[in-house]
């Protein structure tokens, strides 16, 4: 069980990183209404996500679907109006379960993914918003696609699937300056025709919204370190 003072740490932390996210909106001269928060609770339970929950945060990110199914059930039960991203890497044969338990996949990255998911949401008759990851650093054990072949690809899912693109997400080389690739990201969706921007955790989300990111996606900050 949770101690009334652990909850209450965990809904100080989402509000000074709300607070954050406004002073950085403002910063950039951007509306905070334009940024999405997204709070990463991978490998965390019920119990301490329900606090979050409880002070308004309705956006929540998982990288598995695994896990999520584990525990998103019952508080979607509790709290129906939570919209749950995926935010992690996706195998084809859980996109079945991916397009019935998340409303946004940020991490669309293959042609077989991206079929997958179109057969699943027409099955369903279910409408996700959809994200393609991009691999800006082009390290080879990162999931995402190179940057040369984003336009192509997000052509592809558009004319040949029929999918409707969100916007592009990242995440930087752990040993690299972000904002520059928070910067790519940027010129890469416009040249993609898409406006959301998927970008930023818990350690340069601020950089990230200087550079127009729509959905920024905050774990340890606002639940801790496990």
Do not use: Y
Not at 82 to 87: E, Q, R
Not at 112 to 124: C, N
């Amino acid at each position: 069980m949770r101690t009334a003072e652990a909850e209450e740490g965990s809904q100080q932390r989402l509000a000074r990183v709300r607070q954050e996210i406004a002073d950085a909106a403002k910063s950039a001269r951007r509306p905070t209404s334009g940024i999405e928060l997204i709070a990463v609770s991978k490998t965390f339970n019920a119990d301490d996500i329900r606090p979050v929950v409880a002070a308004g945060q309705r956006h929540f990110g998982e990288n598995r679907v695994q896990e999520a199914q584990a525990k998103w059930p019952q508080l979607r039960a509790e709290f129906p109006d939570v919209v749950l991203h995926l935010i992690g890497p996706l195998q084809s044969n859980k996109a079945r379960d991916a397009v019935q338990l998340f409303d946004a996949i940020h991490s669309i990255d293959r042609p077989k993914i991206a079929k997958a998911i179109s057969e699943e949401m027409a099955a369903q008759k279910r409408v996700l918003r959809l994200f393609v990851q991009v691999n800006t650093g082009e390290e080879a054990q990162k999931a995402g696609v190179v940057p040369r072949e984003a336009k192509s690809f997000v052509e592809m899912c558009r004319n040949d699937l029929k999918l409707e693109i969100a916007g592009l997400m990242c995440i930087p080389p752990v040993d690299e300056e972000p904002a520059v690739h928070f910067a790519f990201l940027q010129k890469l969706a416009r040249d993609c025709g898409v406006s959301g921007l998927s970008m930023g955790m818990s350690s340069d989300f601020e950089a990230a919204i200087a550079f127009g990111a729509t959905h920024v996606r905050v774990g340890s900050a606002i639940f801790g370190v496990r």
